[in-house]
DNA sequence: AGCATTATAGCGAACAAAAAGCGAATGGCA
DNA sequence: TGCCATTCGCTTTTTGTTCGCTATAATGCT
């Protein structure tokens, strides 16, 4: 997300004319301030920029550029949780200010996280680029989904049921077969939390 | 985990210099600072820093070295991302530290939380009692999954396509029916960003 | 104490990729 | 019609990555 030296320029090139002028530059300006002889240069700094969320501009408007204000340094980590939404029904609307955070979800436990590759957990609703977070742990309870390694090689994410003095590690994915390990050969590494995904 | 006196003289030198120059410093620029001949030597500098979540970077990409604000260990909003998880079979891939949080989602963007009741996006791997993260926001790109108010009454999550000048709101079940109302009928509330999940 | 192992710190050179740039043709908008 | 913005292919410059090699300190083991 950090500028670069040039991209820097022009950002304060533009909203100095902004200031000096009181409306936005053209691409041309832009060129001229910057000695720069093509505008396509300038087109592709505007989008960068733009990406950047520095820039905000519409489309093939003339002089439309509106130089945002700097992120405030520290994002928030915690959002208000607006109401409950389902299908077809307005959302609903929640009585008390609540919000939510991953602290919520990690209390202060020691937790880190994994990406997941691969759609062993796809009935689960975990899918490929997902992360899942992980409460660093050597014990698990029956049902829980927990990292698990097996025969100090093969790291796996699965259901965790001991079943006598085997362990049974099941994948939420119907086409896969769950695996039986004895309980000397599996070594948990942590539990699911819970999941994180961007789009 | 405790940095050495010539790490810390390394983060020291990139912090003031994105205090002086509002951009981060290049490998040449940090070498030439710190009088080391062989960019080499930065890199692998940037690398350890990198490992110890001091700092943060992406790959390939010039300029980009973020100081990040060293995490309260009480109450992390910042987890370390220890590596993927290719949950079909084979092992834990290692790689170089990153971090996640939920600043990385949601930006500098005005962002609210939503709890998802019933079904209808469980295709997308949205289901029941799942938070979405949404940003506020009156317009969408095609394809998106947005929050839409269909005739100032009905609230829905749903993926949004412009197909001439209706728009069609696609239920990611496959039980359900896509709607499609006249383009003025729709509010559209704010576009999913993510989505958390508690277990 | 002696030895092996590992982490840090450094060098230069070959290589790879992103950022920045250009001109010209094209396309929207008033 | 005239002013601007957009897009395309292409070149140059800047910047980051990797490899092999040396050296020195810190750690661990016997």
Redesign the interface.
């Known amino acids: ?5 040039r ?2 320029e022009v950002l304060d090139f533009i909203s100095g004319f902004v200031q000096r002028n009181g409306y936005s530059p053209s691409f041309e300006e832009i060129a001229r301030g910057l000695e720069l002889k093509s505008l396509a240069t300038v087109h592709k700094h505007i989008t960068n920029l733009q990406n950047k ?1 520095l820039l905000q501009r519409s489309h093939n408007r003339s002089r439309s550029i509106d130089v945002l204000p700097p ?2 340094k ?19 609307a929640i009585e008390i200010a609540e919000t ?7 209390g ?1 436990r020691e ?12 009935d689960e ?3 490929d680029g997902d ?3 992980v409460e660093k742990t050597r014990t698990a309870r029956q049902g ?2 927990v ?1 698990a ?1 097996v025969r100090d ?5 699965k259901r965790y049921y001991i079943e006598g003095d085997v362990v049974r590690l099941q ?1 939420s994915n119907a086409e896969m077969e769950p695996i039986y390990v004895p309980i000397s050969q599996v070594a948990i590494q942590g539990r ?8």
């Open positions: 997300m950090a500028v670069t030296k991209q820097k969320g992120r405030s520290s994002h928030p980590d915690r959002l208000p949780l607006m109401g409950r939404i389902a299908a077809g029904q307005p959302v609903e939510i955070s991953l602290g919520d979800i990690i202060n937790v880190f996280a994994l990406e997941v590759r691969g759609d062993s957990m796809q609703h975990i899918v992360f899942v977070l829980e989904i990292v390694l090689s093969e790291a796996t994410l994948p699911v939390l819970g999941m994180l995904r961007k789009y």
